[in-house]
């Protein structure tokens, strides 16, 4: 039904893991995007594989948000965002014309690097998704929902008393907890996190990192992190950007033990200059 | 490669390939020394090596404590990483080496006054020069990270081996000869046995150096030539 998928090319040095990674749940060729005439990625091609953490990471202003806001096509918000390329998730065009947008954000959910939760109460900051998109057929459906959207966020137990309580009253790292909680409350396929961990202790953080180990049986989840030790510690597969363009991606332990290309070696060991 | 945005990361790692380069002189040093007080009976010689070796020990621990503080407080990753633990591996079997020349000591010390005809050491020499060598020039390519000096120490420890099994025989024919040779032959066989030890670890130090610079770990077997455990010697005693 689709025409062969045009072969990873350009300068990205790669590597593959002795077994190959999961086969691919989305695939990029040749993506370029522009902020007005600020060439902000140049002719990035990966291929994210299902069921396991991939992590990108760079400098500041190297693409990689990004490159993740467009995989939900997040960039759609900025007036003066222009992309091209090929992006697909399960051999489905992402930027489609005739894609419904809201359908897509569904099976590509995403969670940001502040919590936000929505100024309700618990259980309303979870049902909100489940409800919009008719997922529930009921209230006590929509009940069994909230419980185990919260149950897989680690959440569960810390707030089964108080589902009625705002959202907001919660601590960072259990926000964070529950934003996962509601990205996930509408059966997404795959999870975006742009630095889900940066306005966390390390206590928070490492329940989100434990939590991530488990949600990757479940779904395709991709990271943005500064963190190197993060990217490092939850992601099977990492991609390293730098002023525009994917440099190099390969497993996790090749890249922080081993990496190829000299960038990411300065950028990993702290010589960036 | 440039600098780290941190200069005292740089210090550090600096600090401990001084250190371990200190620690290879000082190996190098001991061993000759040990040797030379075996050839020459030299028992004060033997004495001041056994109280270096203690420093020998000094260094590991304080090498291994930095090491350790750095993969602690820096995160290490990449080639930095490679780095600080190849310096934990090869200040191991620098300390090994420290150990087997402090032995070589001790059995001078116990041969002193006992029948030990010099020209049966010979063969030992003989073998701890080549020994020396191999220990010096590996102890320069790390320092220089040079891969091709590693690799060449690595194929000669086949040598060292081969040299050691001949020995071996040697030996083993002194002790028939003559039955007051046993006891000095016997140390000499030890001894030997350690100086062929030394030749391993300045193999070891070669593959943490092709390691360290290729991030590649050395699979493949050497060709292994010493073959002594397998040497068996027919005996018959002499008819007066």
Redesign the interface.
């Known amino acids: 039904m689709n025409a062969p998928l045009p072969p990873l090319a350009g300068p990205t040095v790669r590597t593959l893991p002795p077994g190959g990674f999961h086969a691919p749940k989305i695939v990029a060729r040749d993506v370029n995007v522009y902020y007005g005439p600020k060439h902000a990625l140049k002719d990035v091609g990966i291929d994210i594989p299902e069921k396991s953490v991939t992590a990108f990471i760079g400098p500041s202003g190297c693409g990689k948000s990004t490159f993740l806001r467009c995989l939900n096509r997040m960039n759609d918000t900025i007036p003066i965002a222009r992309v091209v390329g090929l992006m697909q998730i399960d051999g489905l065009d992402i930027y489609d014309p005739s894609l419904d947008v809201v359908q897509l954000r569904a099976r590509v959910g995403m969670v940001f690097q502040k919590p936000n939760p929505f100024p309700k109460s618990i259980y309303e900051n979870v049902a909100y998704g489940p409800r919009i998109h008719g997922i529930a057929r009921s209230k006590a459906e929509l009940d069994e929902i909230v419980v185990t959207s919260l149950q897989k966020a680690g959440l569960y137990n810390e707030v089964k008393d108080r589902l009625g309580d705002p959202g907001t009253g919660l601590s960072g790292g259990q926000q964070q907890r529950l934003c996962i909680a509601r990205a996930i409350a509408v059966s997404p396929e795959v999870i975006l996190m742009d630095e889900p961990c940066s306005a966390l202790d390390p206590i928070a953080t490492a329940k989100i990192e434990e939590l991530i180990d488990e949600l990757r049986h479940n779904f395709t989840i991709v990271i943005v992190t500064h963190s ?2 993060q990217a ?1 510690r939850v992601s099977q597969k990492t991609a390293f950007f730098h002023l525009g363009n994917l440099v190099e991606e390969g497993p996790t332990d090749m890249i ?4 190829k290309e000299t960038r ?3 950028y ?6 | 490669m440039p600098e780290h945005i941190v200069v005292a990361y740089d210090d550090e790692l600096r600090d401990l390939a001084g250190r371990i380069a200190e620690m290879g002189g000082l190996a190098e040093r001991l061993v000759e020394q040990a040797v030379s007080a075996l050839t020459r009976v030299d028992t004060g010689l033997a004495q001041r090596v056994i109280l270096e070796d203690q420093r020998m020990d000094a260094l590991q621990r304080a090498i291994e404590e930095r090491a350790i503080s750095i993969i602690a407080r820096r995160q290490p990753m990449a080639r930095d990483l490679r780095e600080v633990v190849g310096a934990i591996r090869v200040s191991n079997d620098l300390e090994r080496v420290g150990d087997l020349a402090k032995n070589i000591a001790k059995r001078v010390i116990a041969i002193e006054g006992h029948y030990h005809p010099k020209r049966l050491a010979f063969g030992v020499e003989h073998l701890s020069t080549l020994a020396l060598e191999q220990m010096k020039q590996v102890i320069d390519a790390y320092t220089q990270k040079d891969l091709q000096a590693a690799e060449d120490v690595r194929n000669r420890d086949d040598e060292v081996d081969a040299i050691y099994t001949s020995l071996f025989r040697e030996l083993l024919t002194y002790m028939m000869e003559d039955p007051r040779n046993i006891t000095f032959c016997t140390h000499l066989l030890f001894c030997a046995k350690n100086i062929e030890r030394i030749g391993d670890h300045a193999t070891n130090i070669a593959e943490t150096i092709h390691y360290l610079v290729t991030g590649i770990q050395i699979t493949d077997d050497r060709p292994k030539q010493d073959d002594t455990s397998l040497t068996p010697i027919d005996f018959t005693p002499p008819t007066k």
Do not use: E, S, V, Y
């Open positions: 190197m030790q490092a922080f033990t081993n990496p990411t070696q300065d990993i060991t702290g010589r960036f200059g």
